[in-house]
T-cell receptor, first 115, second 111 residues
Framework: EPEVTQTPSHQVTQMGQEVILRCVPI?????FYWYRQILGQKVEFLVS????????KSEIFDDQFSVERPDGSNFTLKIRSTKLEDSAMYFC?????????????FGDGTRLSIL | EDQVTQSPEALRLQEGESSSLNCSYT??????LFWYRQDPGKGPEFLFT???AGEEKEKERLKATLTKKESFLHITAPKPEDSATYLC????????????FGKGTSLLVTP
């Protein structure tokens, strides 16, 4: 069964450094998402992306964050000047469409640890 | 403010002991309600989508139901492999397609 792939599985970065989290969505999917889950808290929406544009973003997704689809298969989340509070699991998701019966399928996440 | 609340936070069952998990929601308009399963160190795995009150979906030992205020995930005769965290999420009408998650119910099924 097709799946969403995320790399790396664990990223350790010094505070203030830039980090790029990578995702390969399911191959024919068109809509892409990033979520994060701080330890012990709920999964939170960050951003959605379609047709090379951000279609929706949350208050969390400020100027520190950016997303890109650099080629036909990858979808990336960049965090500039990381902060301690950016430590979390980051999940990528994708879906073929946004109509009924088009659930978001998640990858297994990247654990980001900011030191 | 739109909210999703899941209860209980944790549940321990004996193998074969049926029970239900609750997801109550207060949103301005529901586009859809989603149930996911999350195993430790993994991403959420899609289980069901429900769209309107009265709708029911089933998959093996799991059955999801929806009313105008809440959803239940019924687990019939659970097995140890059903142990996981079960997440409920809603999409809100006229508010994009972001999933708004609850905190989840951590289920442990013992032999």
């Amino acid at each position: 069964e097709p799946e969403v792939t995320q790399t790396p599985s664990h990223q350790v970065t010094q505070m203030g450094q830039e980090v790029i989290l990578r995702c390969v969505p399911i191959s024919n999917h068109l809509y892409f998402y990033w979520y994060r889950q701080i330890l012990g808290q709920k999964v939170e929406f960050l951003v959605s992306f379609y047709n090379n544009e951000i279609s929706e973003k949350s208050e969390i997704f400020d100027d520190q964050f950016s997303v890109e689809r650099p080629d036909g298969s990858n979808f990336t989340l960049k965090i500039r000047s990381t902060k301690l509070e950016d430590s979390a699991m980051y999940f990528c998701a994708s879906t073929l469409g946004q109509g009924r019966n088009q659930p978001q399928h998640f990858g297994d996440g990247t654990r980001l640890s900011i030191l | 403010e739109d909210q999703v609340t899941q209860s209980p936070e944790a549940l321990r069952l004996q193998e074969g002991e049926s029970s239900s998990l609750n997801c109550s929601y207060t949103v301005s308009g529901l586009r859809g309600l989603f149930w996911y399963r999350q195993d430790p160190g993994k991403g959420p795995e899609f289980l069901f989508t429900l769209y309107s009150a009265g709708e029911e979906k089933e998959k093996e030992r799991l059955k999801a139901t929806l009313t105008k205020k809440e959803s239940f995930l019924h687990i019939t005769a659970p097995k140890p492999e059903d142990s996981a965290t079960y997440l409920c999420a809603v999409q809100i009408q006229y508010s994009g397609y972001a999933l708004n998650f609850g905190k989840g119910t951590s289920l442990l099924v013992t032999p």
